[in-house]
């Protein structure tokens, strides 16, 4: 039997072809390539806008926006922060020489925990890092709570939020800082890139000074900067994208829902509902494979292979299992029993505006043909 189709987790949404080629023009005419150019300067006022948020500084990717971000509060000591994330959200702080303490995710919202966060603060905490995981987002409320009562900084990795919204509006407004990542994998990509929303003029010009070496004028340098400017290239892919991103989230919304409704009933499968009053971005589909499922999530992840349906199981390992984490006190397994449990039990499907509905519907099948055994 011929092998079906390989389908990958995510495949990055591209416009036509053509549609890029004016910008091209445009940069060759010009001959400006980089250090906040004119599309720069363009996507720059389109994300604010389309947003809804007062201040955005661009990057060359999300990690290295994680690590200004640190510096730009000048965060030292202990930061509080999930072991259920993409390493790079715990790295940032390795690169600060900050040391991470991990607190437990809620198992609902698969985020950091409110109320575990209190008996983790010492007198070293200087910030919290939550993330809105899969793009759902955190109790920021509860999370602001503490925070101002023991004066402590928030930076949210809001990697998987781009454009996610409660009835308060855009939820990257929340908080000191919010890091977006704009990699191919993520629902609004610029190739690679990512940014920093902030609320004032202030930070956004000591924020755009540390991507830039810490230059202030042409003499002058006032902070051991790094150089993570997003590129001509990259901008102005970010502003042709965006014309196509609200159609990219109405296709993936169609793709969650008919998932919902092909997995609804299969029984050991659970699809965590989609919160109530959150204007989601459909970015991942996680569904967790429990114990009344016949194959545990592993096995089920090796036959959906074996299908050529590459799923991935985000997040597995825990960030606090990789050997530079796992020797530090808060990266206990006991004391993370949630967090360890979603790395067991979670398989994210394949969600890209692509994705057509036959490849839905045969993934679907094959999580249902193992239930039936
Ligand atoms: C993708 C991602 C990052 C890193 O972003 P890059 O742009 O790839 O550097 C950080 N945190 C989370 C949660 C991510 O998913």
Same mark, same amino acid.
């Given at each position: 039997m011929k092998k079906a189709q390989p389908i990958f987790v995510t495949q990055p949404s591209l416009p036509p072809l053509e549609e890029f080629m004016p910008y091209l023009e445009q940069i060759w005419e010009n /001959?400006? $390539? %980089?250090?906040?150019?004119p599309f720069h300067q363009q996507l720059e006022q389109a994300l604010c806008d389309y947003l809804g948020v007062q201040h955005i500084a661009l990057f060359s990717n999300g990690t290295l926006a994680l690590l200004t971000a640190l510096q730009a509060l000048r965060v030292t000591g202990e930061v509080i922060t999930t072991p259920?994330? @993409?390493?790079a959200t715990s790295h940032a702080m390795l690169w600060n020489s900050i040391r991470p303490v991990f607190v437990d995710i809620d198992?609902?919202?698969?985020?950091?925990?409110p109320a575990q966060i209190e008996a983790a603060i010492t007198p070293q905490t200087t910030a919290i890092l939550p993330v809105h995981c899969y793009g759902r987002p955190c109790d920021v409320e509860a999370i602001q709570k503490i925070a101002d009562n023991y004066n402590l900084k928030v930076i949210y990795d809001? #990697?998987? #939020?781009?454009?996610v919204q409660d009835q308060r509006g855009?939820?990257?407004?929340?908080?000191?800082l919010s890091v977006l990542s704009f990699h191919a %994998? /993520?629902? @609004?990509?610029?190739?690679e890139g990512g940014a920093i929303i902030c609320k004032d003029a202030k930070t956004k010009t000591r924020i755009d000074q540390l991507k830039n070496?810490?230059?202030?004028?042409?003499?002058?340098?006032v902070a051991p900067g790094i150089n993570a400017k997003m590129s001509e290239l990259n901008a102005a892919f970010g502003l042709l994208q965006l014309k196509h991103v609200d159609q990219a989230i109405a296709r993936r919304q169609e793709i969650d829902q008919a998932y919902r409704s092909g997995l609804?009933?299969?029984?050991g499968i659970t699809v965590p509902d989609n919160m109530p009053g959150v204007v989601a971005n459909y970015s991942y589909f996680p569904i967790l494979v429990g114990p009344?499922?016949? $194959?545990?999530r592993d096995a089920l992840y090796e036959k959906l292979k074996e299908q050529n349906i590459f799923a991935?199981?985000?997040?597995?390992? $825990?960030? %606090?299992?990789f050997p530079m984490y796992r020797? $530090?006190?808060? #990266?206990k397994k006991s004391l993370l029993p949630r967090a360890d449990q979603a790395a067991a039990e979670v398989i994210c499907l394949p969600i890209y505006p692509a994705l057509s509905a036959d490849d839905v519907q045969r993934v679907i099948a094959a999580c249902a043909e193992y239930a039936q055994g």
């Amino acid at each position: 039997m011929k092998k079906a189709q390989p389908i990958f987790v995510t495949q990055p949404s591209l416009p036509p072809l053509e549609e890029f080629m004016p910008y091209l023009e445009q940069i060759w005419e010009n /001959k400006i $390539l %980089t250090n906040g150019g004119p599309f720069h300067q363009q996507l720059e006022q389109a994300l604010c806008d389309y947003l809804g948020v007062q201040h955005i500084a661009l990057f060359s990717n999300g990690t290295l926006a994680l690590l200004t971000a640190l510096q730009a509060l000048r965060v030292t000591g202990e930061v509080i922060t999930t072991p259920y994330s @993409f390493v790079a959200t715990s790295h940032a702080m390795l690169w600060n020489s900050i040391r991470p303490v991990f607190v437990d995710i809620d198992p609902h919202s698969f985020n950091l925990d409110p109320a575990q966060i209190e008996a983790a603060i010492t007198p070293q905490t200087t910030a919290i890092l939550p993330v809105h995981c899969y793009g759902r987002p955190c109790d920021v409320e509860a999370i602001q709570k503490i925070a101002d009562n023991y004066n402590l900084k928030v930076i949210y990795d809001a #990697a998987h #939020a781009f454009g996610v919204q409660d009835q308060r509006g855009s939820i990257l407004n929340f908080g000191d800082l919010s890091v977006l990542s704009f990699h191919a %994998t /993520k629902v @609004f990509n610029t190739f690679e890139g990512g940014a920093i929303i902030c609320k004032d003029a202030k930070t956004k010009t000591r924020i755009d000074q540390l991507k830039n070496f810490g230059f202030v004028n042409e003499t002058t340098v006032v902070a051991p900067g790094i150089n993570a400017k997003m590129s001509e290239l990259n901008a102005a892919f970010g502003l042709l994208q965006l014309k196509h991103v609200d159609q990219a989230i109405a296709r993936r919304q169609e793709i969650d829902q008919a998932y919902r409704s092909g997995l609804a009933g299969i029984r050991g499968i659970t699809v965590p509902d989609n919160m109530p009053g959150v204007v989601a971005n459909y970015s991942y589909f996680p569904i967790l494979v429990g114990p009344e499922y016949p $194959l545990s999530r592993d096995a089920l992840y090796e036959k959906l292979k074996e299908q050529n349906i590459f799923a991935r199981r985000y997040f597995y390992p $825990l960030i %606090t299992d990789f050997p530079m984490y796992r020797g $530090l006190p808060s #990266a206990k397994k006991s004391l993370l029993p949630r967090a360890d449990q979603a790395a067991a039990e979670v398989i994210c499907l394949p969600i890209y505006p692509a994705l057509s509905a036959d490849d839905v519907q045969r993934v679907i099948a094959a999580c249902a043909e193992y239930a039936q055994g």
